[in-house]
């Protein structure tokens, strides 16, 4: 007989839509990184995104208060530094506890023991 525990617990409220999207993760993820942020073409490469799909991306986590984005000149060259918020500093942080809560409820109890890195019970042997 299996012990269930209470309603939801697979339910992941945790998981900010915003941040989970691929891309998206990816940005927040680097520039999680890199504390004093990124210039836009180096994250760009470092997420493979192109020019426009970075700038869209950018301004969802934007609007979404996660990322800043700074624009100046340099140069006479225009320079855009992008850098995680205190406030996406701390979603992210929440969003990797999330995570952390799947992989650890994925995992039978009796084999929460970790063999050349990967869980078992989740992995072919």
Known sequence: MSELKSEGRFAYEGIDRVIH????????????AHPDGL??????DQCTLTDGNLSRHLQ????????EVKKSSKNNRPQTWCKLTATGR????????ALEKVVSDALPRQES???????????PA
């Open 21 to 32: 999207e691929k891309a998206r993760l990816s940005i927040v993820a680097s520039l999680a």
């Open 39 to 44: 210039q836009f073409n180096d994250l760009k």
């Open 60 to 67: 969802v986590l934007q609007e979404a208060g996660v990322v």
């Open 90 to 97: 701390k979603r992210f942080a929440e969003y990797v506890a």
């Open 113 to 123: 023991t970790r063999r050349s890195g990967m869980p078992r019970g989740l992995f």
